[in-house]
């Protein structure tokens, strides 16, 4: 705010805010972390390297990292590349976009909160041996998941063009983000089925699977969908985020079915 509005930077003040906000976040933590004060403590002994557990967490980390690079950020950008080349600039699409995520983020940013305890305590339960209470702790994450992620996709459906107003006064671009809204507000039980249940298979070690279940979902049905409904049938917008949400509950079942 200070950047933005005190120092008249506009979005690039937004950005050196952000940039700030990280750096003091990772000062904080590593602060908290050399003072042991929360339980773990970071000693500079343990930091050599140690091959044997490198490997492990490669053999890990690396099916995930390809899953964020190509499955999440490489489609994301795509898809942003296919909405910019709906209209001229003066359309407002990627605007209009780029606020239907924002809100959606309302949502799902919850659901990754629940994903990533659904994690946690796959890890915990199944190294002290016990897959029942894993699987009974990931099942109690996905339901409080669904639930108030069912819940805001019903308000998205009732009241869509309310929540663009948070962000936008611009008549123009309310009216272009609302419909998608109230699309993405069809799927968010599927949405949190695919969060809860995608962690909870990290937090077990089956990131090979998450990767390729990833990539099969947006590579068949993400990019080339919102290419075809969006730019070659002309559906616009609405033909993209149907696209979107189709490869959401794919993914929901997929991983549920796992």
């Not at 699409?93 to 606020?99: A, E, L, N, R, T």
């Not at 671009?173 to 298979?201: D, K, N, R």
């Not at 149907?242 to 549920?256: E, Q, R, Y």
Request: with cysteine; proline share 4%.
């Amino acid at each position: 705010y200070a950047a933005t509005h005190l120092g008249g930077h506009g979005v690039a003040g937004i950005a050196a805010g952000t940039a700030l906000a990280w750096l003091l976040g990772a000062i904080i933590v590593l602060t908290v972390l050399s003072r042991g004060t929360e339980g773990i403590k970071l000693r500079l002994i343990r930091l050599r390297p140690h091959w044997h557990t490198m490997k492990r967490i490669i053999r890990i980390g690396l099916p995930n990292l390809l899953e964020m690079v190509g499955g999440t950020w490489l489609a994301t950008f795509i898809v942003l590349m296919i909405v910019g080349r709906l209209a001229d600039d003066s359309s407002g699409f990627v605007g209009s976009h780029m606020i239907a995520v924002r809100v959606e983020s309302l949502s799902f940013q919850p659901g990754f909160a629940l994903g990533v305890a659904a994690s946690t305590l796959a890890g915990q339960y199944l190294g002290l041996g016990d897959p029942a209470r894993a699987k009974r702790a990931i099942g109690l994450c996905w339901a409080v998941a669904a639930t108030l992620m069912g819940v805001m996709g019903l308000l998205f459906i009732l009241w869509p063009a309310a929540f663009a107003r948070i962000i936008t006064d611009s008549p123009q671009l309310i009216e272009q983000s609302a419909p998608l809204i109230s699309i993405c507000g069809f799927v968010q039980i599927p949405f949190a089925s695919y969060i809860v249940f995608s962690f909870a298979l990290r937090g077990a070690g089956d990131t090979r699977t998450t990767m390729k279940l990833t990539y099969l979902s947006v590579f068949s049905i993400r990019v080339p969908g919102a290419y075809v409904l969006g730019k070659v049938l002309g559906y616009g917008l609405p033909g993209v985020w149907i696209a979107l949400c189709t490869d959401l509950t794919v993914k929901g079942l997929l991983f549920a079915g796992r």
